[in-house]
């Protein structure tokens, strides 16, 4: 049986790398959850998603967390857009994927907050029956932390105080609501 070695960088952050060591006949959701277990910040809450890439690292393939398609292409906002074939990370053992001895993956994980992780196949070897795979083998630096009062900060909206009532301006009356009904044909 063989092992792969993965290495995962996070473009964002100069010195993070993690590698791992998981077994070719184990699933992408193996990977996902060794993944979300090695990176502080991860809670495995949020959704993920391989993709399989080229040596571009352009998205050839995409392995779902869960399988969210609506299966009508009606709904495509471009008709010329790039087709990528999707898998279900339970359903999709490794092996079946990696077929260049460098193979390239890029990991997203929470969509509203996207991380993007750049993967690569270092090497395969024999597996070693004494190891429990998979494992997270090496772990330097850490993702940045997100400012939680970000919004409140950046906001800066002045609702103002009660006593400028008399400065408050109706914008709108009777009569310009009656053209614009008149308009519409309400």
């Known amino acids: 049986m063989y092992t792969y070695k993965f290495r995962l960088l996070f473009d964002d952050v100069e010195d993070f ?12 959701k193996d990977f ?21 890439c080229d040596g571009r690292w352009e998205k050839k393939k995409e392995i779902t967390l869960i399988d969210m398609d609506i299966d009508d292409d009606s709904l495509a906002e471009d008709k010329n857009e790039r087709y990528i074939s999707k898998s279900i990370m339970s ?3 490794l092996s079946d994927f990696i077929d260049d001895p460098h193979q390239r993956l890029i990991y997203e994980y929470n969509f509203l907050n996207i991380n993007t992780f750049y ?4 090497k395969m070897f024999e597996s070693n029956m004494e ?6 083998t090496h ?9 939680s009062n970000l919004l409140d900060d950046d906001l800066d909206i002045d609702m103002g ?17 009656q053209s ?7």
């Not at 993967?119 to 270092?122: G, H, P, R, S």
């Not at 190891?131 to 997270?136: G, I």
């Open 91 to 93: 359903e999709s053992i």
């Open 131 to 136: 190891e429990k795979y998979p494992r997270c």
């Open 139 to 147: 772990a330097a630096g850490k993702l940045p932390k997100i400012n």
């Open 180 to 186: 614009l009904n008149e308009d519409f044909e309400i």
């Open 32 to 52: 996902h959850d060794v993944i979300v277990e090695s990176i502080e910040g991860l809670d495995g809450k949020e959704l993920a998603s391989f993709y399989i």
């Open 17 to 28: 790398v993690r590698d791992y060591e998981i077994l070719a006949k184990q699933t992408f």
């Open 161 to 177: 105080d009660d006593s400028d009532e008399e400065e408050s301006v109706d914008y709108y009356d009777d009569e310009d609501f």
């Open 119 to 122: 993967v690569e196949l270092l």
